[in-house]
């Protein structure tokens, strides 16, 4: 039993990570309909960027703040120098620029940074807290969840509450419409990218200090769970991808606690290959209703 | 309708356009007045709906250009709303994934947009829908909804894309009304005669993208060119 609960808040935190990449994923494809393959290495680049400030200045939290930021101003350059002249007749083209992206971002951070596994500190203990010797959260763990949490809200509110949302999501379902309407959809597209960037940023922030360190492939395993996050939630609902991350992250921390670690990339398949077969636009997909 | 500034005047002058080998509008020429109805009309494939879509900026000219207040203007169509002219699409062309008041929130002014989009959907009847979402809603109120969204903005200048498509008499005669009480100007393209005869000061008939009649209808149920071409040569 105690080995049940450790297993499910481990799963519930590396969860709302998948959730925050997945978020940030579902984002550009609800507003531009590419799949973001170079979300993985775009929030790398965004992880270095807070290696270098947090090694120069000594704080982690300045680093954080400045990844972030260097997230959204990466994906504000993605969108407006190369995705913007993606030819979208076919949706092959938007993800081979995508995979050219990747072997661009990671090679140039290979050889400013190197290809080894760089350290990198946690602000919070990651010790879990034991209660009545069960192990349970711990202080980083609280940490993910109060920073994903932010996120999911935030941008709930924003989609439901504000002006800029509502256009947003008008934006994406019709662009000439919203055109006409006076959404500037070109803006719209880009401010998308821009908080999907910094989405994926974050969660970078927060699984590269848990995983074997900062590398300029270290997001490509987390890139292959949160597309499937993604998949199984539906790729056009951002509470799809919240749900999907949390299933995901709860698949992979049982199945390496009660089987074995080397079998989860099997596991991410069955699951993937179930939900499609059951729903094959995913669990929350939009073919009935939209949600935010 | 409210409107803060002096309503603006619209002009085309000798618009042409190509696609391809296909000429749609052929050297058109049209001065919209403020405050006028006008009427666009002609057979399908007249080139009525480009005609629009040129005024829109979704189109532009192979030559001729365009004027707003005697200035040369070149449209944008995200600019529209701005310039106070609105659209409505011949399709519905809502929102599936909002509300009915989301639907109009999305063309109102930010400030007071919930209240705005309230008080357009009141104006077109339809504001106890304002909760649903319109893919529920049969298609009638959907062009209300559609109505409502083009005036939430208060614009200056309207332009309705066959507003009465769809619609049976009693939805067509209030909507013959509400075009008369817009007090704004009105660019109307509809196959519904009774309704353009009604409404319009004037009206503009296109034939294979020509001008081939202008004038008030009186004028125009009286041209013979305008017979033949909606009915075919005279024997």
Known sequence: MSQFIYLTFDGLSRGLVYAAFALALVLIWRAARIVNFAQGAMAVAAVYVAYSVTNATGSYWLGFVVALLAGMVLGVTVERVVMRFVDHSSPLNGVVVALGLVLILQGTLGILYGNEYLPVETPFSRDAFEVGGVAMLSRYDLFVIGAVGTVVVA?????????????????????????????????????????????????????????????????????????????????????????????????????????????????VLALLVVVLLGKPGGLFSSSKARVA | MSTESPLKELALHDITVRFGGLTALDNVSLRVAPGRIVGVIGPNGAGKTTLFNIICGFVQPTSGSLTLDGQPWRPRPHHLNRLGIARTLQGVGQFAGMTVLENVMVGARRRRAEAEAMAALERCGVARYAAAHPGALPYAIRKRIELARALVAKPQILMLDEPAGGLDADEIGWLGTLIKETGTTVLLVEHHMDLVMSVCDEILVLDFGKPIALGSPAEISENPKVTEAYLGTAA
């Open chain 1, 155 to 267: 941008l709930t509110l924003l989609f439901t509450r504000t002006a800029v949302g509502l256009r947003m999501r008008a934006a994406a379902f019709a662009p000439d419409v919203s055109r006409l309407l006076g959404v500037s959809v070109g803006g719209m597209l880009t401010l998308g990218w821009a908080l999907a960037a910094a989405a994926g940023s974050l969660a970078g922030m927060l699984v590269v200090p848990t995983e074997l360190g900062l590398h300029p492939t270290a997001m490509d395993v987390v890139f292959v769970s949160a597309f499937a996050a993604a998949v199984v939630g539906g790729l056009d609902s951002p509470i799809g991808a919240v749900v999907g991350g949390l299933v995901v992250g709860l698949l992979l921390s049982y199945v390496s606690g009660y089987i074995d670690v080397t079998v989860t990339p099997m596991a």
